[in-house]
């Protein structure tokens, strides 16, 4: 059975995309590696940049940065999935 | 607290069986394993935080309680061993309620360990286990019967994921398990007394070990 990703899986896997593409990725790119839906993409981005995971920079294109904060959340979060996994609970 | 006379006598039987030092070791392993259960309960409640998982805080909380376990019977085997030559009735009082203490904070931490991993429906079915016991057996035999369930998820678990830290998690319940067996035996061999330490120290050295490999980078 394929569980359901919480809210903090899908955060994490929008910051690992960006994190993975030098630090800075267009919408496109999160929203076909995140598998999420156009406006569940952009509710969680704005989340992540209300809370100063993201940033939001507008040149030709729009494209986000990924800031010191974002990393240490997907460290962190490296580590909970690790421990959590260690014990068998799904978070 | 006023508690039956019955496990005061039979802490009293205990005081003459077992030799001073035994005390000593007992204490060192008591403090080490309280040590490290505060740090496992700290990990898991920053992760807590992250997370938000409720599990994680329930396995905070059980660390928790089974670290302020072991600060009791810490505390009464340091107390034990310093004033050997000369126990009295506060003596087997303070052992009689750090015991007491022990066995309802364990039993408890136990029983969230077992809610973590049951299917949410059957959570409520556990909280009608008393967890009040004077006798010393009780407490060890219903503690064995939480931890074989908690041993046997995290052996289905290790098998699942086959990872080391999952690996580490299984043979220290296996171990702590050990612990529980080994003093229900001890009428058998006083020497199981330090045997039933071994195991726990190692069981705990087993989730430091895992505790050391998450967190660092």
């Given at each position: 059975?394929?569980?359901?990703?919480?809210?903090?899986?899908?955060?994490?896997?929008?910051?690992?995309i960006?994190?993975?593409n030098?630090?800075?990725a267009?919408?496109?790119?999160?929203l076909?590696?995140a598998?999420?839906?156009?406006?569940?993409l952009?509710?969680?981005?704005?989340?992540?940049?209300?809370?100063?995971f993201?940033?939001?920079v507008?040149?030709?294109?729009?494209?986000?940065?990924?800031?010191?904060?974002?990393?240490?959340?997907?460290?962190?979060?490296?580590?909970?999935?690790?421990?959590?996994?260690?014990?068998?609970?799904s978070? | 607290?006023?508690f039956?006379l019955?496990?005061?006598?039979?802490?009293?039987q205990?005081f003459?069986l077992?030799?001073?030092?035994?005390y000593?070791?007992s204490?060192?392993?008591?403090?080490?394993?309280?040590a490290?259960?505060?740090?496992?309960s700290?990990?898991?409640f920053?992760?807590?935080?992250?997370?938000?998982?409720?599990?994680?805080?329930?396995?905070?909380?059980?660390?928790?309680?089974?670290?302020?376990?072991?600060?009791?019977?810490?505390?009464?085997?340091?107390?034990?061993?310093?004033?050997?030559k000369?126990?009295?009735?506060?003596?087997?009082?303070?052992?009689?309620?750090?015991?007491?203490m022990?066995?309802?904070?364990?039993?408890?931490?136990?029983?969230?360990?077992v809610?973590?991993?049951?299917?949410?429906?059957?959570?409520?079915?556990?909280?009608?286990?008393?967890?009040?016991f004077?006798?010393?057996?009780?407490?060890h035999?219903?503690?064995?019967?939480?931890?074989?369930?908690?041993?046997?998820?995290?052996v289905?678990?290790?098998?699942?994921?086959k990872?080391?830290?999952?690996?580490?998690?299984m043979?220290?319940?296996?171990m702590?398990t050990?612990?529980?067996v080994?003093?229900?035996l001890?009428?058998?061999?006083?020497?199981l007394?330090l045997?039933?330490?071994?195991?726990?120290?190692?069981?705990?050295l087993?989730?430091?070990a895992?505790?050391?490999?998450?967190?660092?980078?």
């Amino acid at each position: 059975m394929i569980e359901r990703r919480t809210k903090a899986d899908i955060l994490f896997d929008i910051l690992r995309i960006v994190q993975q593409n030098d630090g800075k990725a267009k919408t496109t790119k999160i929203l076909y590696g995140a598998n999420l839906s156009y406006s569940r993409l952009k509710q969680h981005v704005n989340y992540l940049i209300e809370n100063g995971f993201l940033q939001k920079v507008q040149k030709e294109a729009t494209y986000f940065v990924i800031t010191d904060k974002g990393l240490l959340f997907i460290n962190e979060f490296r580590k909970v999935k690790r421990f959590s996994e260690a014990f068998g609970i799904s978070i | 607290m006023a508690f039956d006379l019955t496990p005061i006598l039979q802490q009293s039987q205990v005081f003459s069986l077992i030799p001073e030092w035994f005390y000593l070791y007992s204490g060192l392993v008591y403090l080490l394993s309280l040590a490290i259960s505060f740090l496992v309960s700290y990990f898991s409640f920053r992760l807590y935080r992250i997370s938000s998982s409720r599990k994680q805080s329930l396995l905070a909380v059980a660390f928790l309680l089974i670290g302020i376990g072991f600060t009791f019977l810490s505390a009464a085997s340091f107390y034990t061993y310093e004033n050997s030559k000369s126990l009295d009735q506060s003596a087997f009082d303070l052992n009689n309620n750090a015991y007491s203490m022990y066995y309802v904070l364990t039993l408890a931490a136990y029983l969230f360990i077992v809610m973590i991993n049951l299917p949410k429906k059957d959570e409520k079915l556990f909280l009608i286990v008393p967890l009040w016991f004077i006798n010393s057996s009780q407490f060890h035999l219903t503690a064995l019967l939480f931890l074989i369930y908690i041993s046997a998820r995290s052996v289905f678990n290790f098998f699942k994921v086959k990872t080391e830290d999952a690996f580490l998690v299984m043979f220290a319940f296996l171990m702590i398990t050990l612990f529980h067996v080994f003093l229900l035996l001890m009428p058998f061999g006083i020497e199981l007394y330090l045997v039933a330490h071994t195991f726990l120290i190692v069981g705990f050295l087993s989730l430091l070990a895992m505790l050391i490999r998450v967190t660092r980078k």
